[in-house]
């Protein structure tokens, strides 16, 4: 069971990037996804959110409006685009997967509610 996190790297502020998670050995569909961020020295925080069986999708309020999850459960991976990036958008970006139910309804939001993690893709938003 493995969550790859891909297509980070260096784009400058008002631009744009598309990440990737793609699962192997277990089908997304029945998975509820995260997509957290950790700048140096700071906590790991949530960024957005995307259900399993609805597609419901949340945001931080810090990436309104300018971040886009979605799903492709014929390709097995979750999309995370960003647009009209800025520099505090530079960070590690994880997705998380939960097949686990959850007495919160906001339970999305905390890291420690999530089973699987990717490793990791850097951001970095620089001109």
């Known amino acids: 069971v493995q969550l790859q996190a891909s297509g980070g790297g260096l784009v400058q502020p008002g631009g744009s990037l598309r990440l990737s998670c793609a699962a192997s050995?277990?089908?997304?569909?029945?998975?509820?996804i995260g997509w957290f961020r950790q700048a140096p020295g700071k906590e790991r925080e949530w960024v957005s959110f995307?259900?399993?069986?609805?597609?419901?999708?949340y945001y931080a309020d810090f990436v309104k409006g300018r971040f886009t999850i979605s799903r492709d459960n014929a390709q097995n991976t979750v999309y995370l685009q960003m647009s009209n990036m800025k520099p505090e958008d530079t960070a590690v970006y994880y997705c998380?997967?939960?097949?686990?139910?959850?007495?919160?309804?906001?339970?999305?939001?905390?890291?420690?509610?999530?089973?699987?993690w990717g490793q990791g893709t850097q951001v970095t938003v620089s001109s």
């Open positions: 998380a997967a939960s097949g686990s139910n959850h007495a919160k309804s906001t339970w999305y939001k905390d890291k420690y509610e999530y089973d699987y």
């Open positions: 050995g277990f089908t997304l569909d029945y998975y509820a």
């Open positions: 995307i259900s399993s069986r609805e597609g419901n999708t």
